[in-house]
Nanobody, 115 residues
Framework: QVQLVESGGGLVQPGGSLRLSCAPS????????MGWYRQAPGKQRELVAT???????NYADSVKGRFTISRDNAKNTVYLQMNSLKPEDTAVYYC?????????WGQGTQVTVSS
């Protein structure tokens, strides 16, 4: 069973930056969308950003202009560059990969924005 391996989370001060990465442990065929979601304590999981196999991107309004999603098709890897981080960005961030036959979720990586 292919698993998604996330990295790059941590503790950062307000205004700082982090870069999240997500790569599958094996090959996933026919991917058509990759993305990041987040879940803060006491809240529902919400979309952060997605990117399709045609490189069309979609962002939550709260992160537009601060976060950038990108992908490396050769490695089936998706990235999330997060700049100008705010305390309200604190959450567990989950990677998501959707293929024509299955949806995959990562285990989550904690991002904490605090002084």
């Amino acid at each position: 069973q292919v698993q998604l391996v996330e990295s790059g989370g941590g503790l950062v001060q307000p205004g700082g930056s982090l870069r999240l990465s997500c790569a599958p442990s094996g090959t996933i065929f026919s991917i058509y969308r990759m993305g990041w979601y987040r879940q803060a304590p006491g809240k529902q999981r919400e979309l952060v950003a997605t990117i399709t196999n045609g490189d069309n991107t979609n962002y939550a309004d709260s992160v537009k202009g601060r976060f950038t999603i990108s992908r490396d098709n050769a490695k089936n890897t998706v990235y999330l560059q997060m700049n100008s981080l705010k305390p309200e960005d604190t959450a567990v961030y989950y990677c998501n990969i959707v293929s024509i036959v299955q949806t995959y979720w990562g285990q989550g990586t904690q991002v904490t924005v605090s002084s």
